[in-house]
């Protein structure tokens, strides 16, 4: 076998190593197309992670809402000199000022905390 010849064939089974497999058999039955469906779109882990969602949402909520914002009313009556200040009522003419702050606070904290989930799943690997 001459060398042309040599690496003629060489090449031949390069392209056979680089051709991609042929595509699964399309599925028969309403049955086996569903289960298709679920498998390929995974949709039972966009279930649990839209339910693990909703809850840490309510979670962090209750943090903010439990934890952070008595710690900014301490604060405010700190600055205020002693005197309880209303901040959800806080208000420049129509504008709630104070409802903004609270829902501003509210979306940095759960940013800071999803932003940390997000840091430590990937230390472990997680995608």
Known sequence: MSTEDAMLEELREIKKLLMPPPPPPPPE??????????????VLGLAVAFIMGLYLGALVKSLVDNLIMP????ALIALGGG???????LTVGQFRIGLFMADLITFIVIAIVIFLI?????????K
Do not use: C, N
């Not at 005197?83 to 009522?89: G, K």
């Open 71 to 74: 710690l900014v009313e301490i």
């Open 29 to 42: 039955g309403i049955k086996d197309e569903f289960l298709t469906f679920l498998k390929k779109y995974q």
């Open 83 to 89: 005197e309880a200040i209303q901040w959800e009522a």
């Open 118 to 126: 997000v840091k430590i799943a990937t230390k472990f690997g997680l």
